[in-house]
C-alpha cells in the first residue's frame, strides 16, 4: 500500500504527576479523535510551549489533522501518514500508541507535530511519492518508508523537558 509513516522506536518514560485537563482546545484543523486523544492534545497545548507553537503553525497551514491512539503491539511509539487522497484537500493521521505513559505520549505528539508542520511547509506534498521525495530531502530512512528528521526529535526532547518542569 505504500503508507510512508514516521515510527519512533526508544522507549523513555517519565514520571510526572497527572495535570489537570483543561477545556477543550480550539484547533479546527487539528481533530482528535476520541477521549484520550483530546486528553493528550489539551495537556499539551497547556504544559508545551513548543507544542502549542506547532499547533498554531499548523492552524495556519491547509491541512487537517486526525490524531488517534492505537493499542497496536510493538516497540513503535507513533507515525504520521497521509490519509487525503490525490486532488483532496490535503490531511494526515498521526497515530499514537497506547503502549505509553501518558506523559510520554504527548512528546511523541508534539514529536508527531513537527513532521505534520514539516508537510504543512511543503505544499507540493499532496500525495504519497511528493512525501517520500520531501522526507528523503530533509530527513533520513532507517527502513523503507520509514522516515525520521532531526527536528522532530529535537521537539520531543524540549516536550519532554517543558512537561518535567510541573
Ligand atoms: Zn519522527
Given at each position: 500500500?505504500?503508507?510512508?509513516?514516521?515510527?519512533?522506536?526508544?522507549?523513555?518514560?517519565?514520571?510526572?504527576?497527572?495535570?489537570?485537563?483543561?477545556?477543550?482546545?480550539q484547533a479546527p484543523h487539528i481533530l482528535a479523535i476520541g477521549p484520550e486523544s483530546r486528553r493528550l492534545l489539551a495537556a499539551g497545548i497547556e504544559h508545551s510551549p513548543s507544542l502549542r507553537q506547532l499547533v498554531a503553525t499548523?492552524?495556519?497551514?491547509?491541512?487537517?489533522?486526525?490524531?488517534?491512539?492505537?493499542?497496536?503491539?510493538?516497540?513503535?511509539?507513533?507515525?504520521?501518514?497521509?490519509?487525503?487522497?490525490?486532488?483532496?484537500?490535503?490531511?494526515?493521521?498521526i497515530t499514537l500508541s497506547q503502549a505509553l505513559a501518558p506523559e510520554e505520549r504527548?512528546?511523541?505528539?508534539?514529536?508527531e507535530l513537527q513532521h505534520v508542520s514539516e508537510i504543512a511547509a511543503a505544499p507540493d506534498v499532496t500525495d504519497q511519492p511528493a512525501m517520500r521525495a520531501l522526507f528523503a530531502r530533509i530527513g533520513r530512512?532507517?527502513?523503507?518508508?520509514?522516515?525520521?528528521?532531526?527536528?522532530?526529535?529535537d521537539v520531543e526532547r524540549r516536550v519532554r523537558q517543558e512537561l518535567r518542569i510541573h
Open positions: 500500500m505504500g503508507i510512508i509513516s514516521f515510527a519512533t522506536t526508544a522507549a523513555l518514560v517519565v514520571a510526572l504527576a497527572g495535570p489537570a485537563v483543561p477545556a477543550a482546545a499548523i492552524e495556519a497551514s491547509d491541512l487537517t489533522v486526525y490524531i488517534v491512539t492505537s493499542p497496536e503491539p510493538g516497540r513503535w511509539r507513533g507515525y504520521t501518514r497521509l490519509v487525503s487522497a490525490t486532488g483532496q484537500p490535503r490531511s494526515v493521521m504527548t512528546a511523541i505528539l508534539g514529536h530512512s532507517s527502513t523503507t518508508d520509514n522516515y525520521e528528521t532531526r527536528a522532530a526529535q
